[in-house]
């Protein structure tokens, strides 16, 4: 026979327990999953910002390997850089 909690609006101690189980997991999850959504979008950022990076240094890399080839010719060297390519893609 289940005990009566008469503070618990007709409902037999033990399914105030559980009721009280279940909601308590259903708060862990919904705070463990915005708690993961601010992890998951920092690691996110963090990570574009690094491959941003690396790929912007590739390409002062490869247009400054462009350039001393150029000059080592003897031919001028008149591409545009990343800078001003850049800014050319803003503007359009």
Do not use: Y
Not at 1 to 23: C, H
């Amino acid at each position: 026979m289940a005990l009566f909690d008469w503070g618990n609006r007709g409902k037999t101690l033990e399914q105030g327990r559980a009721e009280g189980r279940i909601e308590g997991r259903a708060e862990g999850l919904t705070e463990g999953r915005a708690e993961g959504l601010t992890e998951g979008r920092a690691e996110g950022l963090t990570e574009g910002l690094a491959e941003g990076r690396a790929e912007e240094r590739e390409a002062w890399m490869d247009w400054l390997r462009k350039q001393d080839e150029a000059h080592a010719r003897g031919e001028d060297f008149n591409e545009p850089s990343p800078a001003e390519r850049a800014k050319e893609s803003q503007v359009a």
